[in-house]
């Protein structure tokens, strides 16, 4: 199994005692008086640090993933544990190999934890080639790859037999599977955790649940890569609203399967429109489109009519990364695209 | 000014586009349908992103720390802001000075990030020598001095001109002026950052507000500092819901003055108790004290008696940090102490 990088090996977990008690003198908290009347926060005893293990929402987690909350660490957003993951294995210099473009921050993780992020083209559809990524793998032999899957800022969906020939090729690197966009639509390789010793998949409750606000992400993998990882996990990473309202929402997970498939039915709507107004429109199974057009201003224009589309620059051609809003937001779109075009 | 560890000197922000809109497409957020009855996730919305700048926050931890907005970044509690600047600042194998006992995590952060922390021991009375910490500092030249003030676990407290005569002396290195527990009776030095731009403050509202569930934590320091930091902090590092209940909290901070009396009013009652007792009790500024008894074994057999408080061996003794409770709550510990005694 692949270890942590040396100058953390001997880390202990931070101590939290988590015994029954009547009375608590053992972490310096002090009486919530300030916001005494708000209900909620008597609900979650707002004066006391938050279940650094986050019992409740893990359980609730394992039941929606279907694996054991030993299969699973939260954090301040999936992109808290990614960021975990590349400090704690990598040792300086080290590389880790993903596609570009993807997730921008991936290169901020990597630079922070003084590791090299190798970046593989994407082909010229934005489409990805498992085989050159392993053939890269097992030339720069990387310490992590890193596999967004679907991919953002493109959208493309890797199929989960090429995502399991990668894990099967590449098992001297850690894989951090990115799976933050695959409830809508595409098939989660979390099931694989317990074969493959070195997967980690990252998912959130910030798409397809809705709750971007809370930052509510977490990894999920085998049971002894979670216990190597909660080694250098910082204690109370997750505050106690944030797991409150997400046990909430796993309460209602039952929900998500429709509202993905309505985001699956206004993606196609959406994309036909915008081929109709000449734009490219690569092939999406998240909740966004990524598109190109001759006008390189769009961006710009639609800001000043109160419409906030992304904008990425690739090799000096602008592309556009837009959300699947609702049909109402989508027809606004439109509207204004038809009134600039 | 010293300079962020050369990795991370190209790294730009995290974009997050901050003007109006009438339609938000930028970002793959969904809505929130999961917990649209909730009325407080309502008013946040909960499908988007938090402010990553945190702006209403900042502006109201300003009034209460008297500085510009500027002058502050929040995270997700102190803890992650400490981490943030020790990896941003130290190189492989740079030092960090800081006293022993002091908080447990400066060492994980300093491992996380490949620093040394480097220990210089209190006096046998927990009390500190600025000159010692000013002389080993000139000795091995850390990038970071960390003094946490009052300390933690010892609440010993260094007089404001002491801190300052430490700061003069070491202006080659970032100070980390640790102040979690400063409300509780010590003067701040919150009101020194525009003149030393080497120091930085970091301040909670875990301890004095009673809200450590929330895990709101900041830095304060100078402008060039802030923005220097700005460059290496992880978009939306605090959510939605712990930015607006501690904005919440700062509008009542005028409450915050009569309750840290009332807390240094029991922490002197049950010092004297605790004496009574046959406890060692070290002079404490904070909300805790920290004690020393012939028995070693009164963590445990408190905590079968439903009362935690933490227990912190040195040198093979066994101390004691006891948060100060309320009065029925310090009751109930001395009763249960005098049973066992």
């Known amino acids: 199994m692949i270890e942590l990088k040396r100058s953390v090996r001997n880390l202990k977990p931070y101590f939290v005692n988590q015994v029954p008690y009547r009375v608590k003198m053992d972490a310096n908290e002090t009486k919530n008086y300030l916001l005494s009347q708000e209900p909620l926060l008597e609900k979650i005893e707002a004066n006391i640090y938050p279940d650094s293990d986050a019992t409740i929402l893990r359980q609730k987690l394992a039941g929606y993933y279907g694996c054991k909350p030993n299969n699973i660490m939260v954090g301040n957003g999936s992109s808290d544990m990614i960021n975990l993951v590349i400090n704690g294995f990598c040792e300086t210099d080290d590389s880790v190999l993903?596609?570009?473009?993807?997730?921008?921050?991936?290169?901020?993780?990597?630079?922070?934890?003084?590791?090299?992020?190798?970046?593989?083209?994407?082909?010229?559809?934005?489409?990805?080639?498992?085989?050159?990524?392993?053939?890269?793998?097992?030339?720069?032999?990387?310490?992590?790859?890193?596999?967004?899957?679907?991919?953002?800022?493109?959208?493309?969906?890797?199929?989960?037999?090429?995502?399991?020939?990668?894990?099967?090729?590449?098992?001297?690197?850690?894989?951090i599977l990115d799976e933050a966009y695959i409830d809508f639509g595409g098939e989660s390789c979390v099931d694989l955790i317990n074969q493959y010793d070195n997967l980690i998949a990252m998912r959130t409750l910030s798409k397809a649940f809705g709750l971007a606000a809370l930052r509510v992400g977490c990894m999920i993998a085998n049971e002894a890569m979670i216990n190597r990882i909660w080694a250098i996990k910082f204690p109370y990473n997750l505050n106690a609203l944030s797991q409150y309202y997400g046990a909430m929402a796993l309460d209602r997970a039952y929900e998500v399967a429709g509202f993905v498939e309505e985001i699956a039915t206004q993606r196609e709507r959406l994309s036909e429109k915008l081929k109709s107004l000449n734009f490219e429109v690569y092939p999406s199974k998240a909740n966004f489109l990524f598109v190109k057009h001759n006008r390189q201003d769009l961006f710009e224009l639609l800001s000043e009519r109160g419409i906030l589309i992304r904008k990425m620059p690739i090799n000096s051609i602008t592309y556009y990364r837009i959300s699947v809003g609702s049909e109402k937001e989508n027809k606004i779109l439109i509207k204004e695209l038809e009134e600039i075009l």
Chains 1, 2 share one sequence.
Do not use: H
């Open 98 to 175: 993903s596609f570009t473009p993807s997730f921008s921050m991936y290169e901020n993780y990597c630079v922070m934890a003084g590791a090299k992020l190798v970046k593989l083209e994407c082909n010229a559809d934005f489409s990805v080639d498992i085989t050159s990524l392993v053939d890269k793998a097992k030339e720069i032999k990387p310490k992590i790859v890193i596999i967004c899957n679907p991919n953002n800022p493109t959208g493309y969906y890797i199929e989960k037999r090429d995502v399991i020939e990668a894990i099967e090729e590449l098992k001297d690197s850690i894989i």
